[in-house]
């Protein structure tokens, strides 16, 4: 009995619709905040290595050493003493291809739990609440791959 009331309530919040259900603003100001400063992780896998170290005319292995460090067991960029991204020269060097991480942020799970989760992340992002409106599905899509947080 009780594992079906568990299930039942299991289902009503799966059924629930998310609280950002006509979708979020979001527009990247390329303000570099989320690139410098503090210490981070920039996972990458496969995928980024084999884009990344291509569009920099790179081959994999010299791009792996140079580039990327071990941080609790995954691949992520190295940052500078100060803690800036690697890539980071006066805007992100590698835009166009930047890791997953990169791409879809701030559509991450950690930030869309509830809506408080997003407006606290908002004071570190102007791009929040700005600009182009991207539609629950479009949310949900970014969320999909393996966004369990970075
Ligand atoms: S903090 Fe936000 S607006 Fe600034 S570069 Fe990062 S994603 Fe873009
Ligand atoms: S890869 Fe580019 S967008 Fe990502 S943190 Fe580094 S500089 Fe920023």
């Given at each position: 009995m009780r594992s079906v009331r568990l299930m039942e309530n299991i289902k009503v919040m799966q059924d629930k619709e998310p609280w950002y259900k006509n979708g979020l603003k979001f527009e990247c100001q390329r303000c570099g905040d989320c690139c410098r400063g503090e210490p981070g992780i920039v996972k990458v896998d496969i995928n980024d290595i084999k884009k990344i170290s291509s569009y920099l005319k790179i081959k994999q292995e010299p791009f792996t050493k140079h580039y990327l460090r071990i941080v609790n067991g995954s691949l992520s960029l190295r940052e500078f003493r100060?803690?800036?991204?690697?890539?980071?020269?006066?805007?992100?060097?590698i835009y166009e291809v930047r890791p997953l991480q990169c791409r879809t942020f701030p559509f991450w799970k950690s930030n869309l739990r509830i809506e408080s989760d997003w407006e606290k992340q908002k004071h570190t992002c102007p791009g929040m609440d700005k600009g182009r409106l991207h539609d629950c599905q479009e949310v949900e899509k970014k969320l999909k791959p393996e966004l369990d947080d970075f």
């Open positions: 100060n803690g800036d991204c690697f890539m980071y020269d006066n805007g992100c060097k």
